[in-house]
């Protein structure tokens, strides 16, 4: 897939949350979200900082790389620390002014991005990524990080194609899920096979693998995104290193997490 098609589609996915946000009333964009300590703005906050910086990690990477170590102090200095770096100016706009400042930033990253080829890489907080990661990372943030607004104000969405970034990006992030928890991914190999939300199937990893994760596109991007337990949705997981996989996985960088316990 070419660079300029990840970006048609992080830009389509940011405009689909930005029809949800543009419909919510001021009280709506304070509740509290499943992610703890942040509301719905906060959800439009962090992703605003994010595009904004990934705007300057294309255009100014030397300048980028030079507030590395600050950023890197803040996000390594606690939840608190790190909420107030990257929340705090936005905190205290308004829902409009926030909006603004989102699809500002948006726009920057929409430029910068324009510019890319598929063989660029671009710094990053981890190891530089290329084109065309980066671009599918900002996409899987927008995607997930509008999954918790829509679970808090009750608005569902129709799962599109768009999806299939997210889906490869956590596949290939298996062994990543490991390292970040300190730990050695099982040497088994897990097979992926999905149902795409046009119907198509999507598969990921070798035919000859003896286990296997099945089932929906969007519930197996929800469950690698942290975004649902695997109990939760129709996915399944056959062999103990597929099952360990799916309580593990985590398909962004930052310190390990976990996934919501299930429902039930």
Sequence with gaps: MDVAEVRTDLLAEQESLDEVMAGLSDEQWALATPSPRWSVADQIG????FDQTASQAITDSESFMAGLS?????????????????????????PEALLSAWRANRQQLADASATLTNDDRIPWYGPSMGSKSFLTARLMEAWAHGQDVLDTVGVERDATDRLRHIAQLGFITRSWSYNNRGLTAPEADVRVELQAPSGDTWSFGSDAASESVTGPAEDFCLVVTQRRNIADTSLIAEGDAAVDWMAKAQAYAGAATDGPASSS
Excluded at 46 to 49: G, I, V
């Design 46 to 49: 962090h992703l605003a900082f």
């Design 70 to 94: 600050e950023t890197f102090g803040a996000l390594g200095g606690g939840a608190e620390v790190s909420d107030a770096f990257t929340l705090g100016d936005y905190r205290a706009m308004s």
